[in-house]
């Protein structure tokens, strides 16, 4: 089993609608991220959780919030749906330390009509 | 200016060749540097992490200058399955957030 997952892999929606995206991972790592991914630019950083008691915003989180309900898991809302929130999303988690790896789960490719 | 910067390519390489491709990042105070690789909309997963004396890990050999501000790849005796987008990756905090270049192309042809 992917030791990062995310569901649901696809989703369409409509302007307006909210939407949550999950994940879920069995690696043990305190710290959870929500990246997303448009094409000609890299990753950016939607918000980050530290461990389940600690959230931050990374650089692009307006229009998006996010829970941390459990070690192992961190889900990203979109509150009220956008087009230009069309894009793939990655969660991803790490040990902590400035030096680790980050894994990444399958992403999720979310289109806003 | 973007903090980390990438020529997209691709990077049209046969089989057996040597290709090589830098990356620029902005902020000095960057802490630790990494190449990752992103086949075709599929999660970016670690390729090497670059150190500062350059390192190799087969095929593929990693350095970085610090003071021009770029780190570089270069990939040996190409292989088909080579073919992805390899992200330049940076640490700019001290806690370890990563910023992304996005990526540069290579196809590895027969």
């Known amino acids: 089993d992917a030791d990062v997952t995310q569901t649901p892999r696809n989703r369409i929606t409509k302007t307006g609608k909210r939407i949550m995206l999950e994940c879920s991972q069995t690696k043990g790592h305190d710290r959870m991220y929500w990246y997303r991914q448009d094409p000609g630019l890299g990753l950016r950083l939607i918000y980050y959780s530290f461990d389940v008691k600690d959230i931050n915003k990374g650089e692009i989180s307006d229009g998006y919030s996010v829970s941390r309900q459990a070690q192992a898991k961190f889900s990203l809302s979109l509150e009220s749906a956008i087009p230009n929130q069309t894009a793939l999303y990655f969660c991803a988690t790490s040990e902590v330390g400035a030096y680790n790896e980050q894994f990444f789960g399958p992403g999720t490719r979310l289109t806003v009509l | 200016r973007k903090e980390v910067e990438q020529d997209p390519g691709p990077f049209n390489v046969p089989e057996g060749a040597t290709v090589a491709f830098n990356c620029t990042y902005s902020?000095?105070?960057?802490?630790?540097f990494f190449w990752y690789r992103q086949d075709c909309r599929k999660e970016p997963k670690l390729l090497m992490s670059?150190?500062?004396s350059g390192n190799e890990d087969g095929r593929f050999t990693a350095q970085l200058n610090r003071a021009s501000q770029y780190i570089s790849l270069l990939i040996r005796d190409s292989k088909l399955s080579d073919s992805a987008t390899y992200l330049c990756v940076v640490n700019i905090a001290s806690w370890g957030k990563l910023q992304f270049g996005a990526g540069t192309q290579v196809v590895v042809t027969p």
């Open positions: 902020n000095s105070a960057s802490q630790s």
């Open positions: 670059v150190y500062s």
